[in-house]
């Protein structure tokens, strides 16, 4: 299959690729959650969420395998060094109590991946400490055992988890595409730069595209 991308066509194969989807947990997306609580203005990051379905439902029905990532930390903050601990908004750090739960903390209600979104059996579900999903995880491992070489990305932030993700899988031999219209950032400008990072220079990360291309082709093989 091909989907029509820039800064060129993309070719996969559904069996190598993998869907990932990033840290679209409730504390970045839902009013009332951490995002929110640092003035952010969720409405934007909510808004990628049809999209995001429509692709996951497609993506399911195709037999594809699906890769969720939460950005979470052990209660005990055993796995958050002390430079992320200080950083941020020093009202509401990581750990601290939240409008829902414990910030950034696994199992906690704000770290759900939103209903919307929710994970189903089969599908895989990593807990990550970083901005990137391959650090201190062991997905690359897992991917390659399953013989996964290509990666479709959707999810939030654009330029902080997900362009970083995006930046170690191009470092790990795989071939990256960026659903344009199923990744946000609280900041317009700073989504438009990744996307244009991602793709400048021949794809020197990865590729981009709208979602319809990755429906259309999944529809219509080639
Ligand atoms: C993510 C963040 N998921 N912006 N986290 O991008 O801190």
New binding site residues.
């Given amino acids: 299959m091909q989907i029509e991308a820039a800064p060129f066509p993309y070719p996969f194969d559904v069996s190598k690729t993998a869907f990932v989807i ?2 679209m947990q409730r504390d ?1 997306i839902e009013p009332g959650g951490f995002g929110e609580t640092l003035g952010n203005d969720v409405k934007l990051l909510e808004a990628i969420v049809p999209a995001t379905q429509a692709v996951l439902e497609a993506w399911r029905q195709a037999g594809g395998l699906v890769v969720h990532t939460r ?1 979470a930390h052990q209660p005990d903050l055993s796995d958050c060094p002390p430079a992320k601990l200080g950083r941020g908004n020093p009202k509401l750090r990581i750990g601290d109590q939240g409008p829902m739960g414990r910030i950034l903390i696994k199992g906690e209600p704000g770290n759900q991946i939103i209903d919307a979104l929710a994970p189903i059996d089969g599908e895989l579900v990593i807990d990550k400490p970083g ?1 990137g999903a391959f650090y201190a995880t062991g997905l690359h491992v897992t991917l390659k055992e399953r013989g996964i070489t290509h990666l479709l990305f959707a ?3 654009t ?4 362009q ?1 993700t995006m930046r170690e899988a191009n470092d790990r031999g795989y071939d990256s595409l960026l659903l344009e219209d199923c990744t946000e950032s609280y900041f317009p400008e700073f989504k438009a730069a990744a996307v244009e990072m991602i793709r400048a220079q021949g794809a020197i990360v990865g590729w981009t595209a709208p979602s319809k291309s990755l429906l259309a082709a999944l529809r219509n093989p080639a």
Avoid: L, N, Y
Avoid at 159 to 162: A, D, M, Y
């Fill in positions: 990033i840290d970045f950005e901005k999810g939030v932030t330029e902080v988890c997900v970083t």
